[in-house]
């Protein structure tokens, strides 16, 4: 296996310095009040989601491929371990929390670094964008709707779609309007800086802003809450604790919590990938996470996932390399040594705001917008992610998204595109697609029909119906253009041979044709060889209308063959190549060119 390190690092250009260390500084502000509500989710004091905002992200960045991608405290790992937490019966902030949350984290990087051994992170290439697109708006309406009662003056919500609204209906009656106005303000403030002057940090003044106001006005006396005192300090190294009577049980949620983290952070990591033409391997992806994860587990920590909201302000501001991720975790250092009397005076609502303004951004439903007008399949893919990750929760809406892709897949596989081919005058060398265009006609007294698609038991049917249904009084061969297909199931096969049987029993000769060398084989394997031997099987189109006696100049339906002159043959092949390049929408354009060129 090959290991990268520092591989973002690599060649630096020395002009993306001032965006990276801005970046990295904006990261670590934001990620103070981000990563001490998580950890607070979790089960832990929160001063320890400080703590696994230093080491941690060192390490990952360090291993990571990814150039711009956050890691630290989230929402989702947070959630299932405070979740996990309640099942075990162990209290909050606990010194059984402290034992319990460090072996849950030790696990979870133990199962990643399994999933790295196995090269599991080639999974992510089977989920599409859509998937992704609902997937990555899903967690962000998710934490959004995590973060807005904290706007109201009350505490985070945890849960999916159902708890998060039961809970911003209890916090509504309770709303401290001056916290409800400043949280507001901030967030219109951050939106209109974003839309207006994107490049100026509005996070970090907004966030000295609200310190200064508490310093003056003393906004706290207002019922404004203020994030929670933190002793000053480095993490202290520590072995995590697994001689615990609860350890399977720990185990099988240390799991769970893992394949969040992998598909959770493979899937944002691949969006943005995706969005700034830069690729991840996606295995070494899992072994970053991994270790940063054992960082944490030997600080004490709770899980560690890539973080959405934190890598869009850091794209936002410019951040280009993994030497921002390492900015924002040294930056950390002097905040716990001596900057955590500052963190007392910064306002929840203001950091709030700063949390959702920069999930608002990480949304993607202009993806979704984009789907309704050219695939509704896909945008109900999306939209099922989407309502699967905030109703269901994380797992549940990637389960959701795999099998929809799926079965989308299949649907699409069992209605293929297929037509039927004629001549168009004066083009005996070529045939073409009957539907484009209404001057092209029909071989009398012949099929041909195209199937483009894998022949396989979902579709076999519409191949079988749509020859059955062409068939009249006089036709003599059906000869199928396949070019695109190029396997054949063993049900496919097996209607294949009833309809060549009950076309033989009818006199109608039939042929496959134009397909590759590859298939014959197939159809050997598969019982079919005697096709071959009896002619059913032939190179080319015209190969088969030789084979029942139909030369060139070829009888076409409805109009007497004629060879046009060289304009006008020249005039047909531009409306040809138009037919082909622009489908149904070129219809009316063709009908003037066709008059144009008096054809």
Not at 155 to 184: D, Q, R, Y
Not at 512 to 531: D, F, P, V, W
């Amino acid at each position: 296996m090959n290991i990268f390190f520092a591989k973002t690092l690599r060649n630096y250009k020395i002009k993306n310095l001032p965006y990276d260390i801005l970046a990295g500084i904006i990261v670590a502000a934001v990620s103070i009040p981000i990563s001490m509500g998580y950890a607070q989710i979790a089960g832990l004091p929160a001063v320890y989601g400080l703590y696994g905002s230093v080491f941690p992200i060192l390490i990952f960045s360090l291993f990571s491929t990814s150039p711009q991608f956050i890691f630290g405290v989230d929402a989702a790992p947070a959630a299932l371990v405070g979740a996990g937490l309640i099942s075990m019966g162990i209290e909050f902030y606990s010194k059984e929390a402290l034992i319990i949350v460090p072996a849950i984290t030790f696990f979870t990087a133990s199962w990643l670094l399994i999933f790295y051994a196995f090269k599991a992170g080639k999974l992510v290439n089977y989920i599409s964008i859509p998937v992704m697109g609902g997937f990555i708006s899903g967690i962000c309406c998710t934490i959004i709707l995590m973060q807005i009662p904290k706007v109201l003056g009350g505490t985070a919500g945890t849960g999916e779609l159902f708890e998060l609204i039961g809970h911003l209906v209890k916090c509504i009656p309770e709303t401290n309007v001056p916290s409800l106005i400043l949280g507001t303000i901030t967030l219109c403030i951050l939106l209109i800086s974003k839309r207006f002057i994107p490049k100026f940090p509005m996070a970090v003044f907004v966030m000295i802003a609200g310190a200064v106001s508490t310093c003056i006005f003393h906004i706290d006396r207002y019922g404004i809450t203020l994030l929670s005192h933190v002793e000053p300090g480095l993490p202290t190294f520590c072995i995590p604790h697994l001689e615990v009577s609860s350890l399977t049980e720990i185990a099988g949620l240390s799991l769970s919590v893992a394949i969040v983290i992998m598909s959770e952070t493979l899937l944002a990591s691949n969006n943005f990938a995706l969005k700034n033409n830069y690729k991840l391997d996606d295995n070494q992806e899992l072994l970053a996470y991994s270790l940063g994860n054992f960082a944490a587990a030997f600080t004490g920590c709770c899980p560690i996932n890539g973080s959405v909201s934190r890598t869009s302000m850091a794209e936002q501001y410019g951040g280009k390399t993994g030497l921002m991720s390492i900015v924002a975790g040294l930056s950390m250092i002097p905040v716990l040594l001596f900057g955590t009397d500052f963190i007392r005076h910064l306002p929840v609502p203001v950091l709030t705001a700063i949390v959702i303004s920069a999930l608002i951004g990480a949304t993607e439903f202009d993806i979704a917008k984009k789907l309704w007008k050219i695939s509704r399949n896909e945008f109900y893919i999306f939209l099922g992610v989407f309502f699967g990750v905030l109703i269901l929760g994380t797992i549940s809406g990637v389960l959701i998204g795999l099998v929809l892709s799926f079965t989308s897949v299949v649907l699409r596989a069992a209605d293929p595109p297929r037509c039927f081919l004629g001549i168009l005058p004066g083009h005996d060398e070529e045939f073409f697609n009957m539907s484009l265009f209404k001057h092209t006609y029909p071989i009398q007294k012949v099929i041909i029909y195209r199937f483009n698609s894998n022949l396989f038991f979902a579709n076999i049917s519409c191949f079988q119906n749509d020859i059955e249904n062409s068939i009249e009084n006089d036709t003599i061969a059906i000869i199928i253009d396949a070019a695109g297909i190029n396997s054949i199931d063993i049900t496919a096969a097996e209607r294949l041979e009833i309809l060549y049987k009950s076309l033989k029993e009818r006199n109608i000769k039939f042929y496959l044709t134009e397909h590759i060398s590859g298939l014959n084989k197939q159809l050997r394997a598969l019982g079919l060889g005697y096709m071959i031997s009896e002619g059913a099987v032939k190179r080319t189109i015209p190969a088969a209308l030789a084979d029942i006696g139909i030369t060139k100049p070829y009888p076409i339906v409805g109009t007497h063959n004629s060879y046009h002159d060289f304009k006008r043959k020249r005039a047909e092949a531009s409306i040809h190549e138009y037919l082909w390049a622009f489908g149904d929408e070129a219809d009316a354009d063709t009908q003037q060119l066709i008059q144009k060129n008096g054809i």
